[in-house]
């Protein structure tokens, strides 16, 4: 199973646009890679997901390079909403797999 | 609206006593899940279940045990083997089928050592 490595936490204030960068330098062939966000006492929230370059949706934008080594969360114009912790997993496609969460990023945004 | 439903959201436990935690998915979904959160750390798998009457341990499974009866309920217990059972309990729900699908989370329960 492909390991991920993140940030532990980061910082930001209202309006700002925040990256989040994600490290999985032995991710496999058919893994894709996904994130989720959580807030206290909440299950995660599924954001976005890709497989390589560049997939936006309405709440957040997913880069990830040619060598798919490592991917990066845009959140656009963050707001004090948004500060939750961002988990970055990487897995096969199909359900039932199994899949390992990380430690995640704690993101605060203030005013 | 579908999703999941995990019960009770808080439950308190005696020392040597099982107890189970209740998880419903109306998604129909194949896969289910449940890891274990403790504060201010990621999650960890407990045991999964990719189909009906079958299941498979997870990175933690020492003291807990599970049964896959039907396609939407997956309980899990957390017997008096398990040493340190206080923490944050999710389940979560995927489809096998299709694209790779993304896990669908229920609201935890949390579990406290009285």
């Known amino acids: 199973l492909a390991k991920t490595t993140q940030p532990i936490s980061m910082d930001s204030y209202e309006g700002q646009e925040v990256n989040i960068t994600c490290s999985h330098n032995n991710i496999a062939t058919n893994d894709y890679i996904t994130w989720y966000q959580q807030f206290p006492s909440q299950g995660p929230r599924f954001i976005i997901q890709?497989?390589?370059t560049k997939v936006t949706n309405e709440v957040a934008s997913l880069f990830i390079p040619a060598d798919r080594k490592s991917s990066t969360l845009s959140l656009p114009r963050v707001s004090l909403s948004d500060t939750a912790v961002y988990y970055c997993?990487?897995?096969?496609?199909?359900?039932?797999?199994?899949?390992?969460f990380g430690t995640g990023t704690q993101l605060k945004v203030e005013l | 609206d579908g999703g999941i439903t995990q019960s009770p959201k808080y439950l308190f436990r005696k020392e040597g006593q099982n107890v189970t935690l209740s998880c419903e998915q109306n998604l129909n979904h194949d896969a289910m899940y449940w890891y274990r959160q403790d504060p201010g750390q990621g999650l960890r798998l407990i045991y999964y279940?990719?189909?009906?009457?079958?299941?498979q341990k997870g990175d933690i499974a020492e003291g807990y045990s599970v049964s896959r009866e039907k396609k939407e309920s997956f309980p899990l217990t957390v017997t008096s083997a398990q040493k340190n059972p206080t923490a944050f309990y999710l389940c979560?729900?995927?489809?096998?089928?299709?694209?790779?699908?993304?896990?669908?989370f229920g609201d935890g329960t949390r579990l406290s050592i009285l």
């Open positions: 979560a729900s995927r489809a096998r089928t299709g694209i790779h699908q993304p896990q669908h």
């Open positions: 890709g497989y390589k």
């Open positions: 997993l990487v897995g096969v496609g199909g359900g039932g797999n199994k899949l390992t």
């Open positions: 279940s990719q189909i009906v009457n079958d299941f």
